[in-house]
T-cell receptor
Framework: AQSVTQPDIHITVSEGASLELRCNYS??????LFWYVQSPGQGLQLLLK??????LVQGIKGFEAEFKRSQSSFNLRKPSVHWSDAAEYFC???????????FGTGTRLLVSP | DAGVIQSPRHEVTEMGQEVTLRCKPI?????LFWYRQTMMRGLELLIY????????DSGMPEDRFSAKMPNASFSTLKIQPSEPRDSAVYFC???????????FGPGTRLTVL
């Protein structure tokens, strides 16, 4: 069965500092991988996705993520965090060809002045 | 496109009452998902439909919960009778074809007193 682990429940980053949110997955083959962001009181918005090809994928709002097969990881990064990035971030995995996704428990990002 | 539409956005009801949540997926999308989000349990998949047919309802917590999709543009999630522990935010999401990329609605915040 697929599973997703986001080991950090909360992360606090100073505005302007770099960010890395961790995501590890368990799946027998290479799955489709996603990062979603949820602002307070809002639904989930897709930041970026990995299906195949280049292991470094670019997303919206200046985010990127790198797929590392050897580590079963898909970590999300941003070089300089803005106060508006404060939100909850979810990593998700899905088997290719099937619509169902398995979500991680989320990481809440706090941005300090 | 208007995106996934959910109504109502907020619902407050008393224990024992019937609650109906509504969702209109993005036009052309053929899969629809109902999720529940709570602080304790995170984001849980309740049920999903493909071409209006329920595919996986293993996440539906109990018989008090039911979901229908009478046509490609409308789905309902019903709770009867409602209980305080059903209080949560309920999200609807849709996707098309073989894609795992899910588009989320803004959610319905349900409070059962």
């Amino acid at each position: 069965a697929q599973s997703v682990t986001q080991p950090d429940i909360h992360i606090t980053v100073s505005e302007g500092a770099s960010l890395e949110l961790r995501c590890n997955y368990s799946y027998g083959a290479t799955p489709y991988l996603f990062w979603y962001v949820q602002s307070p009181g809002q639904g989930l918005q897709l930041l970026l996705k990995y299906f195949s090809g280049d292991t470094l994928v670019q997303g919206i709002k200046g985010f990127e993520a790198e797929f590392k097969r050897s580590q079963s990881s898909f970590n999300l990064r941003k070089p300089s965090v803005h106060w508006s990035d404060a939100a909850e971030y979810f990593c998700a995995v899905g088997p290719p060809g099937f619509q169902k996704l398995v979500f991680g428990t989320g990481t809440r990002l706090l941005v300090s002045p | 496109d208007a995106g996934v539409i959910q109504s109502p956005r907020h619902e407050v009801t008393e224990m024992g009452q019937e609650v109906t949540l509504r969702c209109k997926p993005i036009s052309g999308h053929n899969s629809l998902f109902w999720y529940r989000q709570t602080m304790m349990r995170g984001l849980e998949l309740l049920i999903y439909f493909n071409n209006n047919v329920p595919i996986d309802d293993s996440g539906m917590p109990e018989d008090r919960f039911s979901a229908k999709m009478p046509n490609a543009s409308f789905s309902t999630l019903k709770i009867q009778p409602s209980e305080p522990r059903d209080s949560a935010v309920y999200f609807c999401a849709s996707t098309q074809g073989q894609s795992n990329e899910q588009f989320f609605g803004p959610g319905t915040r349900l409070t059962v007193l």
